[in-house]
């Protein structure tokens, strides 16, 4: 049989562009990065009546994303998306989500759907306006699964009441048994069975009548159809047992898998609730989320970050360990940056908000790691997609194991049922189903604790398999704590005056000599005017109005494209500083106006990341820059990467990460996200590095590494290589277990009382080696 085909959409974006002229590049540039995209099938764009048309797998990709990036390079897409995710009840683990995702990716408005039935937890991404999260969850009821309020309002009690109940049931067996035994009437034990029955069911039946109620046959009914049966037979209390082991191994998934959540949980706990907002110099206390760009706040010794936001007073160290799994507290101060969730220590800080709440840097933390454990892992795709035909094997199976024997008239019916519903039992795929999920679920938040975000099961997959890594060199390979180290102003301008334009363009830049630049302005006391129509031109710099001129800043390329020259005084400046190993751009509006060199620091532990990387099998690493080659050359060989290329544009980078993929199968790409949108989609795997490096990395990468550190990639692929070892003995041990219990039956050597242990036992081993994942790295 066929595996049934994977949903694809179709959505048609009409586009508008910030600047006419430089529209086609900016397409162009945006269609390199969607083509690369994993789950896109077909990108056609149409200039003229400014169209973008997707074909796409919707569990895979969202547009909101896609939409952030484009807005950066002066593409705006008119329609919004949302993404928002709620819990699910009467699902469990142990049933199939397919179904779901199928009908919701029927609504017009919905462009994105995964469900993972690991977390219970399903994520939509749809149309701001033409839908909502509300309507969503009613469709989702009509549909006849229930959505459950979030995790955080369920009271202990609640969390341990299925714990409790699968007690009670197997205390009512015990007392029914031993009622047997004191030789009591005969009616006093078969009551404490029906107790124990009662006690037992109580979760599973709700589950299997949501499920037959959808048509689909799961778990909970074959095991509930056994007890049935068992009582029928008059094998009362191996039906109690079955009911009792089955109860309390779902209870002890739950509560552990509960712990897989924890990370977000902490995180979200990170979330500050107020703030003190500085107005005509009086200190309000108001709700974080009711901070607006622009407001100025006051940060106290011992507090928590509110808000995104840059330093304008004040000095401090804050602790960031709860974001980027990094210890050692960071210096700040004024003109720095800091981030929501951050501790502050010692000093007071004046604070200018620079992000709404619902999009700082930790709220968008939270989402992801959410979204991360709602992904899907391709193993685990690939149980979930052969899930039903499994379980349509085994009831067919079942049902030939009456049959047959009965037909040839081998042995009485009531033996023959009974073998009959313990292979039922033996054959449910419960522990295949589990042994994924629960490893990439604790891989994940494992990750997430030393700020280590996978954005999926996927990626901790693909992690673990890379052959090749590409690395950008710039915030990379180096520090990225760039220095201007020359201001070389034209005939006609003073220094600072260059230094002021500059600054002020680079001001919404994300790359970082941009924040070099500022640096270095506010060293000469300069305050920076606020640009307009800022643009990032990827790989060649960028251009912004400032002071009501036209202002561009990037290299020679740039220069070239907009038909200006360097004067010869400068020019003769520039192959000085280059061959010095400075990375230079050139400043112009109508004429350039000067030259700003920039030194980095090569990252010290760079190559004993590189060696490290070859000892986990990597067997090729490649440094690709858009810088000039001289100093390309330096840093390579400092670093030791096997293969370098400089002067590359971003489609330059896409072309040689497609070479390397032939040459290499899997490839990674460590970049800064920005400017290196393409390269990072176009690679398997893309990873950007620093959680204060850029905000589009969090979402065009598929490995974010919070803190700034370069081993954090080691450790990740080091996880990702124990999760991957972790899901195939998992995957082995099941069907191992499953086929010797299948057999067992089959051939009468195993009774229900053994098939349920065995079954069940597999179960809870298999999630026990899992959560072993959440420890040690
Ligand atoms: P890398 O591979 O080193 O990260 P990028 O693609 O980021 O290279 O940038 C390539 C070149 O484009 C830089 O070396 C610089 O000359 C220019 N450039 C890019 N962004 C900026 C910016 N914000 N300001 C000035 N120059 C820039
Ligand atoms: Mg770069």
């Not at 002021?500 to 830049?509: D, K, P, V, Y």
Request: hydrophobic letters at 45%; aromatic letters at 4%.
């Amino acid at each position: 049989m066929p595996p049934p085909k994977l949903p694809t959409k179709h959505i048609r974006l009409p586009l508008q562009f910030r600047e006419r002229e430089n529209a086609d590049r900016a397409l162009d540039y945006l269609m390199r990065t969607l083509e690369a995209h994993r789950g896109i099938t077909q990108v056609d764009v149409d200039l003229e009546h400014a169209t973008l048309a997707l074909t796409y797998d919707p569990r895979v990709f969202g547009l909101e994303q896609v939409r952030k990036m484009a807005q950066r390079i002066g593409i705006e897409f008119a329609r919004k998306f949302r993404r928002g995710s709620f819990r699910l009840g009467g699902m469990g683990l142990r049933s199939f989500a397919q179904a779901l995702e199928r009908h919701l990716l029927d609504e017009d408005a919905i462009t994105s759907v995964t469900v993972n039935p690991g977390s219970s937890r399903v994520t939509v991404e749809y149309e701001d306006g033409r839908t909502d999260l509300g309507r969503i969850e009613q469709r989702v009821a009509e549909l006849g699964y229930a959505v459950r309020p979030e995790e955080r309002l369920e009271p202990w009690l609640k969390r341990y009441l299925e714990l409790a109940l699968a007690l009670a049931c197997g205390g009512f067996a015990l007392l029914g048994f031993a009622l047997g035994q004191l030789g009591a009437a005969p009616a006093w034990s078969t009551i404490s069975f029906v107790l124990a029955y009662i006690a037992g069911a109580w979760e599973a039946a709700p589950e299997s009548y949501h499920s037959l109620r959808r048509g689909t046959v799961d778990i909970h009914t074959l095991m509930l159809a056994a007890a049935a049966g068992a009582a029928g037979l008059g094998h009362w209390g191996e039906g109690s047992t079955l009911l009792f082991l089955f109860a309390l191994s779902g209870a002890l998934e739950q509560l552990a898998l509960q712990r897989t959540s924890r990370a977000l949980s902490d995180l979200v706990a990170l979330k500050p609730s107020d703030a003190w907002r500085v107005e005509n110099g009086e200190e309000l206390a108001v709700l974080a989320e009711t901070l607006q760009i622009g407001d100025r706040i006051r940060i106290k010794p011992g507090e928590r970050v509110p808000a995104d936001g840059q330093i304008v007073e004040g000095h401090s160290a804050l602790d960031l360990s709860a974001l980027t799994g990094e210890s050692t507290p960071v210096e700040v101060v004024p003109g720095g940056e800091v981030f929501a969730g951050a501790l502050n220590h010692h000093g007071a800080l004046l604070v200018r908000v620079t992000k709404q709440a619902s999009d700082n840097t930790l709220a968008r933390i939270i989402e992801l790691v959410q979204q991360a454990q709602a992904g899907r892992a391709p193993t685990q795709r690939i149980i979930d997609r052969f899930g039903s035909v499994y379980a349509a094997t085994v009831l067919s199976l079942t049902l030939l194991a009456v049959l047959v024997p009965w037909l040839l008239g081998l042995g009485d019916l009531r033996a023959i049922v009974y073998r009959a519903m313990t292979l039922l039992v033996v054959a449910s795929p419960c522990a295949l189903v589990i042994s994924t999920p629960a490893s990439i679920l604790s891989a994940i938040a494992n990750g997430a604790r030393r700020g280590i975000l996978f954005k999926g099961g996927v990626y901790l997959e693909t992690a673990a398999t890379v052959r090749a890594i590409a690395f950008d060199k710039t915030g990379t390979l180096t520090r990225g704590r760039i220095r201007v180290t020359d201001v070389v102003p034209a005939e006609g301008i003073e220094r600072d005056e260059l230094l002021r334009l500059t600054g002020g363009a680079e001001r919404n830049s994300e790359h970082p000599m941009a924040r070099a630049v500022a640096e270095a302005a506010k060293r000469r006391g300069l305050e920076l005017p606020e640009p307009q129509d800022f643009m990032a031109l990827p790989g060649r710099g960028l251009r912004a109005r400032v002071d009501g001129r036209a202002v561009l800043v990037g290299n020679q390329l740039l220069l070239r494209e907009h038909g200006r020259t360097l004067p010869a005084a400068l020019e003769q400046r520039h192959r000085e500083l280059t061959s010095a190993g400075n990375s230079v751009v050139a400043v112009a509006d109508d004429r350039v106006l000067g030259l700003i060199a920039f030194a980095d620091e090569i990252r010290p532990e760079a190559r004993a990341v590189l060696q490290a990387l070859r000892e986990l099998g990597v067997e090729h690493t490649v440094m690709l820059t858009g810088d000039q080659p001289e100093i390309a050359r330096a840093v390579a060989e400092q670093v030791g990467v096997d293969e370098w290329h400089a002067g590359l544009l971003p489609e330059h980078k896409v072309e040689r990460l497609r070479e390397l993929r032939q040459r290499f199968g899997r490839v990674g790409m460590v970049g800064d996200g920005v400017n290196d949108a393409p390269a990072l989609t176009a690679s398997d795997l893309g990873v950007a590095m620093g959680v204060a490096g850029a905000d589009v990395s969090l979402e065009t990468a598929d490995l974010v590494l919070m803190s700034d550190h370069l081993e954090q990639l080691v450790t990740a692929l080091r996880l990702s290589r124990r999760a991957r070892r972790t899901v195939i003995q998992n995957l082995a041990l099941s069907v191992a277990i499953i086929s010797v219990l299948i057999a067992g039956a089959l051939l009468g050597a195993v009774n229900l009382p053994l098939g349920v242990v065995g079954h069940e036992g597999n179960t809870l081993l298999v999630v026990a080696n899992g959560l072993r994942l959440l420890r040690g790295d």
